[in-house]
């Protein structure tokens, strides 16, 4: 699979780190334990960087918690990755959105024309768990790829050929899947996996402003 360049990655975290970032408007609404029936909230949007194997014991911002997601999860259903898909894909108006919180994991699905765009944040307990985490979700996964160099950030990550990015940055595992979109999109016919990526740099730029 071809590797992002260095320069695209640092041109693009350059740039995202000149601005700011918001979490998702809107309340959260959590399943209260693994029998609960699935729960979802629906969001209207009409209008210490470094390696990922340092400190075992650092966390992300916004400790994990059973009750709800962090403020860091919940950045990737805010302003950034929204202002940055309706930008690449050229979109008219901001995409219908849906956010769910269970098992530690919250979710932020994109509904577009073409398919569902799922990105998710896995909060561990510490950065141990998180890369324990992340070595299984790599071995399992299919046709994975490193991302490394300067593309990566400095963080443990893969891509699969179908169109996932998947990065852990201290607690945290983020997944971008863009699966269910075809193999190109928008007007500059991107391919499922570029997007992913720059949706993933996005928010892990996100995560290193406000670490």
Not at 74 to 92: E, S
Not at 126 to 148: C, G, N, R, S, V
């Amino acid at each position: 699979m071809k590797q992002h360049t260095p320069l695209l990655a640092s041109l693009a975290l350059s740039a995202l780190l000149l601005t700011g970032c918001a979490t998702t408007a809107g309340s959260i609404t959590a399943r209260s334990g693994p029998s609960a029936p699935a729960a979802s909230t629906e969001t209207g949007h009409s209008d210490s960087h470094g390696s990922g194997h340092h400190d075992a014991n650092s966390s992300s911002p916004g400790a994990p918690n059973a009750d709800e997601p962090s403020e860091a999860a919940l950045m990737v259903c805010g302003d950034q990755p929204m202002d940055r898909l309706t930008a690449i894909l050229d979109l008219d108006s901001d995409p219908h959105t849906i956010n769910d919180w269970a098992d530690s994991t919250f979710t932020c699905t994109y509904h577009l024309d073409e398919g569902d765009l799922v990105i998710s944040v896995k909060e561990a307990k510490d950065q141990h768990t998180a890369l324990t985490y992340f070595d299984a979700m790599q071995a399992l996964a299919k046709d994975a790829t490193p991302i490394e160099g300067l593309a990566n950030l400095g963080f443990p990550a893969y891509e699969t050929a179908d169109g996932s990015a998947v990065f852990q940055k201290d607690s945290f595992i983020l997944q971008v899947d863009a699966t269910d979109l075809p193999a190109t999109l928008g007007p500059e016919n991107i391919t499922r996996n570029a997007l992913a990526y720059q949706l993933s740099t996005t928010i892990l730029a996100c995560w290193i402003e406000h670490p």
